[in-house]
């Protein structure tokens, strides 16, 4: 089964693996196949579960719902995300507003089927908003009940620093950050880490196997396996295509020795190794059929020695991005409408 840890400096506790349903549900699988990657997830032992209002224009969260139903809402926890343009895109439909917040949460409790989101994050920083008037909306939905915790995703440190600060003076706690990590992506270690260590935030983490790359499925040369994000033309080849070079992809051959000598796959590799950083609460994993859910979930409660630590290092060696600008860099510079 799968371990707990604390979210952030708070009492709530999440399964250190947490199902994420970008690009998949109501978009690259069918409803039946989605619904059988979280059956797979609750019987796996994952609790946690973690969508966006914008995942296939609000859809997403609909199919989540969807296959949620029934089950006993605390036993479960349900994080979703506030930000992208959503709906016909109109000037009030993204961002960081009151506005868009106030009428965001009440869309996303709807499709979900619930009253409550255990945790709302703001899915990027808002440049056109003042961060006031976002924390302040964010203060009054967690006196409403309609969430219970606040979190933040790809916010740099001091907009993290910032923000904790602010919620602190309003009476409530940020208690995530939700970046990109993994063996590839390391952009966070330098600057995000201290500083939600010191504000109390701990950080859910996305695409923990670089999107599918690192299980080792993709070889350099060869074209890639049918079905697989790759070659989904509906956003996932774009997105996974930074990672698609023969260079990265033959380093991460170089994993397999250290995945065999610890008995476990390539991609169960890939998620123990971002739970060996003690300021993870989870790594947030995506499925495409189920018995890839019930492969990662083992990841769960291994330790990954030292010495193994290096040696994926230096397998990685040239293709491994630490540059903490990066986070600013990709912060969208306006409200992408
Ligand atoms: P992963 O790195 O876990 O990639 C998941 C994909 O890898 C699967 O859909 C599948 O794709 C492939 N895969 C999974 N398990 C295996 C396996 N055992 N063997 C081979 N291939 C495997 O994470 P995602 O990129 O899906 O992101 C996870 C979650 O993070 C999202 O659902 C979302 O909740 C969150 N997220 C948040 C973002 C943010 O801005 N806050 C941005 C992006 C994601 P396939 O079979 O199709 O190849």
Redesign the pocket.
């Known amino acids: 089964m799968v371990n707990y840890r604390y979210l952030g400096n708070s009492g709530l506790k999440i399964s250190e693996i947490t199902y ?5 549900h109501a978009s ?1 699988v069918e409803n039946d196949v989605a619904s059988a990657c979280v059956r797979a997830a609750l019987d796996a032992g994952i609790t946690t579960f ?3 209002d914008a995942y296939a224009n609000t859809a997403a969260e609909q199919v989540l719902g969807d296959a949620l139903k029934g089950e006993r809402r605390e036993s479960l926890e349900i994080f979703t ?1 506030v930000y992208w343009a959503t709906g016909p895109k109109g000037p009030n439909d993204v961002g960081l507003s009151r506005k868009h917040i106030m009428e965001s949460i009440n869309g996303s409790l709807t499709r979900l089927g619930t009253d409550y989101v255990d945790l709302y994050q703001a ?1 990027r920083y808002d440049v056109e908003t003042p961060l006031e008037e976002t924390m302040q909306a964010f203060a009054d939905i967690v006196r409403q009940g309609k969430a219970l915790y606040i979190g933040v ?2 916010w740099t440190a001091d907009q993290i620093r910032e923000g904790a600060a602010l919620a602190k003076q309003l009476g409530f706690q940020l208690i995530s950050s ?1 970046p ?1 990590y ?1 063996m590839l992506w390391r952009v966070i270690e330098d600057e995000v880490v201290p500083a939600s260590k010191d504000a109390g935030v701990s950080q859910i983490v ?7 790359v690192l ?1 080792g ?1 993709y070889l350099p040369g060869q074209p890639a396996p049918a ?4 070659t ?1 033309e509906k956003g ?1 080849a774009q997105t996974i295509s930074r990672f698609m070079t023969d260079e990265t992809l033959a380093a991460v051959q170089n994993l397999k020795p250290v995945a065999a000598e610890l008995d476990l ?1 390539m ?1 169960q590799l890939a998620v123990a190794w971002v739970l060996q950083n003690d300021n993870v609460a989870a790594a ?6 189920p018995e ?1 859910v019930a ?2 979930v083992k990841a769960s409660g291994v330790t990954i020695p030292a010495e193994l630590m290096k040696q994926i290092d230096d397998a990685l060696d040239g293709v491994i991005e630490r540059d903490p600008g990066k986070t600013l860099a990709n912060m969208p510079k306006t409200r992408p409408v």
Request: no cysteine.
């Open positions: 994420g349903n970008w690009l998949t690259q973690d969508t966006a995300k899915h995703s790809e939700q990109q993994s996305w695409s923990p196997m670089a999107q599918g299980s499925k079905g697989s994000r790759a989904d996932g796959s991609a947030l994993v995506g499925a495409s059929r890839q492969e990662n």
